[in-house]
T-cell receptor, first 115, second 116 residues
């Protein structure tokens, strides 16, 4: 079955370290998204991509970067981890941007703790 | 840019009670509307969505939502909740006609606790 996976599921790191969170989907969706979920804030968009070699900043992109070298993967990198980046991170993908079938499908999440 | 407001932060109900969760959005154009559910420790799952047509949308697990364009609202309802409905519920919106607002904007969520 097609799916979207994230790894690792849990990560503890130290302030200043570089961290990369993986996201892999097997639906062949062009559109992929990274969100962070924090209490009282809901989900906030970090970065998104509409296809290979395309990346865009979301509302909370400072300190994060993404790259899209193939359709299946959108890794999220924290260049220099900060305690404010302690959060649960969700990756999502969607087959279309507009019209029917534009809903997003979410991965299981990665819980990141920055000490 | 669009925004979403969910009125209730935490709702506590007893089993068999009726549920209505409020959601209002701000966007001047055509919208697609979604309700997602997140069970404890799990990822978000789509409950239902409105794309076009009948403003009363039926979803999974007995949930429904009504799109009222004049009120910019998309409230979620269920006639009789169960303990297993305990979860966090998120309303979300994106621009239905595309353009630069393909992004999905979420509300802050409503935590529903159903007591047995």
């Amino acid at each position: 079955d097609a799916e979207i996976t994230q790894s690792p599921r849990h990560k503890i790191t130290e302030t200043g370290r570089q961290v990369t969170l993986a996201c892999h989907q097997t639906w062949n969706h062009n559109n992929m998204f990274w969100y962070r979920q924090d209490l009282g804030h809901g989900l906030r968009l970090i970065h998104y991509s509409y296809g290979v070699q395309d990346t865009n900043k979301g509302e909370v992109s400072d300190g994060y970067s993404v790259s899209r070298s193939n359709t299946e993967d959108l890794p999220l990198t924290l260049e220099s981890a900060a305690s404010s980046q302690t959060s649960v991170y969700f990756c999502a993908s969607s087959p279309r941007l507009a019209g029917p079938y534009n809903e997003q499908f979410f991965g299981p999440g990665t819980r990141l703790t920055v000490l | 840019a669009q925004s979403v407001s969910q009125h209730n932060h935490h709702v506590i109900l007893s089993e068999a009670a009726s549920l209505e969760l409020g959601c209002n959005y701000s966007y001047g154009g055509t919208v697609n509307l979604f309700w997602y559910v997140q069970y404890p420790g799990q990822h978000l799952q789509l409950l239902l969505k409105y794309f076009s047509g009948d403003p009363l949308v039926k979803g999974i697990k007995g949930f429904e939502a009504e799109f009222i364009k004049s009120k910019f609202s998309f409230n979620l309802r269920k006639p009789s909740v169960q303990w297993s409905d305990t979860a966090e519920y998120f309303c979300a919106v994106n621009a239905g006609s595309g353009g630069s607002n393909y992004k999905l904007t979420f509300g802050k969520g409503t935590l529903l606790t159903v007591n047995p």
